[in-house]
Every structure is written in structure tokens, then in C-alpha cells.
């Protein structure tokens, strides 16, 4: 069931398949954005790791 879901429904895999048949993007295009993605997700894990928790007296801050 999954592979099936992965295979034919998954949303990035038709977008992907979008944007080559209407000649927006090419395979390596693709290939470099997700490269670029993962770099920019690494930094950003990253980046949150070493920062400072936050103190608790912001914890309700911008909930709504």
C-alpha cells in the first residue's frame, strides 16, 4: 500500500513529474534543489541544536 502510495500519489513525485512534462524544471534541476533543500535543512537542525532553549517565561508567546 505504501509503495503503491509512493509510486503513483505521492504529491512531490507529481510535481516533480509536473514540472519536467510541462518543461519548467529538468531532472537535474530537480536533483539540485533537492540537494540544496537537504544542505539548507542540515544547517538549520544544526542551528537550532546549538542555540539556547528558550526561557519558560516565553513558552505561551504567539499561540493562538
Known amino acids: 500500500e505504501q509503495k503503491d502510495w509512493m509510486e503513483n ?3 512531490v513525485k507529481k510535481a516533480e513529474k509536473y514540472l519536467i512534462e510541462k ?3 529538468t ?3 530537480i536533483q539540485t ?4 533543500i537537504e544542505k539548507q535543512i542540515d544547517e538549520d537542525v ?3 541544536k546549538e ?8 513558552l505561551y508567546e504567539n499561540v493562538y
Do not use: M, T, V, Y
Open 9 to 11: 500519489k505521492c504529491p
Open 23 to 25: 518543461g519548467f524544471a
Open 27 to 29: 531532472i537535474q534541476d
Open 33 to 36: 534543489w533537492k540537494l540544496e
Open 46 to 48: 544544526l542551528r537550532a
Open 51 to 58: 542555540s539556547p532553549w528558550p526561557e519558560i517565561s516565553h
